[in-house]
């Protein structure tokens, strides 16, 4: 069964950063590719960064230079280092993870919210 723990989210100031971890169980994340999402109040939800198996990472134009998503494989965990947060990146953030294509994924968290003012 995999579950899916975010953390790190919370309230800053446009131009500060923080930092999101998802925590992973009965799931491996080098083994496919993991991803960030976010979803904002009567907007869909955008991919924010993917990252594969081989370390690969793709970013939405939006965060581009940024936002910048990591695995660290020895605490199972994925990453999203976000700096010069900007109050449009305001949103519920997901991470998502077992997919083979970084496209459709299998399995989600409960989000955490990011809010910049």
């Known amino acids: 069964h995999v579950q899916l723990v975010e953390s790190g989210g919370g309230s800053v100031q446009a131009g500060g950063s923080l930092r999101l971890s998802c925590a992973a169980s009965g799931y491996t994340f080098s083994n496919y590719c993991a991803g960030w999402f976010r979803q904002a109040p009567g907007k869909e939800r955008e991919r924010v960064a993917t990252?594969?198996?081989?370390?690969?990472?793709s970013y939405a134009d939006s965060v581009k230079d940024r936002f910048t998503t990591s695995v660290d494989n020895a605490k199972n965990s994925l990453y999203l280092q976000m700096n010069s947060l900007k109050p449009e990146d305001t949103s519920t953030y997901y991470c998502?993870?077992?997919?083979?294509?970084?496209?459709?994924?299998?399995?989600w968290g409960q989000g955490t919210q990011v809010t910049v003012s």
């Open positions: 990252i594969d198996s081989d370390g690969a990472t």
């Open positions: 998502a993870a077992v997919s083979s294509d970084c496209v459709f994924f299998g399995y």
